[in-house]
């Protein structure tokens, strides 16, 4: 018999999960509305609420899986709320990064990982291309398998690339988070650093049987994809609502 998986969405790209039994926080930005400074010049961020209290979210948690240490990420907010000892998986680019801010129960997924019957695999990821992409580090995606529960590839943020596309075919998801923001840094304008519109619906195209769950959209200024433009151009491409789900903040979704 499964047990009930469900994703909850937070904000940007902040997740809950209840996989297997436990509930693990995915990626936790718990900066309030407007506590930094704007990326594109817009508006300070995050131009939006959490949906939920920071306490609600730590709360009985049993992981925390961290994608990258960008603040939008991994906010120094987290630091503060998430006790030390919290079981956290990190990519091997942030090992001394968790190290230094003394989580002692901190552990690097190299490749993969197995922990309380659910494995863990890292998969490649690209924070852009060309020129920005040496400015913006080192990003990990991850797949949680488990016996009787729904594959899910969290695909961080990445740009579509031969190694998202391969980590598709190999795992065979049931699920796929994508970061869709179509996000663009000052000074490279016109190069996204996040899948954007077009680059999703190719996601989705090579899906598979997959349901695709875009997140990352309408919570900081220099994103530039909205919830409203990814469905404009998923409905051009006659992509089903039940194909492509768009989650309002704090949203659960029952897998």
């Known amino acids: ?6 994703i909850q969405f937070i904000r ?6 209840h996989y297997n039994g436990k509930k693990i926080l995915v990626d936790p930005m718990f900066f309030p509305k407007g506590a930094f400074d704007p990326i594109a010049g817009k508006e300070r961020n995050p131009m939006i609420d959490l949906p939920i209290s920071v306490d609600e979210m730590v709360k009985d948690i049993d992981m925390v899986l961290v994608t990258h240490t960008h603040p939008d ?8 709320a998430l006790n030390k000892s919290i079981k956290l998986f990190n990519q091997p680019a942030d090992e001394a990064y968790f190290k230094n801010a003394n989580f002692t129960n901190a552990e690097t997924i190299t ?8 494995t863990i695999y890292r998969t490649a990821g690209e924070h852009g291309s060309g020129e920005v992409l040496q400015h913006m580090g080192i990003v990990s995606g991850f797949v949680l398998k488990a016996e009787n529960q729904p594959t899910i590839y969290l695909v961080g943020d990445s740009v579509w690339i031969d190694e998202v596309e391969k980590a598709i075919q190999q795992f065979n998801p049931d699920y796929i988070v994508t970061n869709s923001g179509g996000a663009e840094m000052p000074g490279f304008e016109g190069t996204p650093i996040l899948m954007n ?7 989705i195209e090579a899906s598979g049987n997959a349901k695709v769950i875009a997140t990352h959209m309408g919570a900081l200024d220099h994103c530039r994809t909205t919830r409203t433009s990814l469905r404009r151009t998923a409905d051009e491409a006659n992509i089903s609502l039940d194909k492509l ?6 949203e659960i979704i029952k897998l």
């Open 197 to 203: 519109e077009v680059q999703t619906v190719t996601l």
């Open 1 to 6: 018999m499964a047990t009930s998986a469900s």
């Open 73 to 80: 990420h991994f906010a120094p907010v987290a630091m503060e």
């Open 12 to 17: 940007n790209a902040t997740l809950i999960l």
């Open 111 to 118: 490749d993969s990982i197995v922990w309380n019957g659910i």
């Open 245 to 250: 789900l768009i989650p309002k903040d704090g």
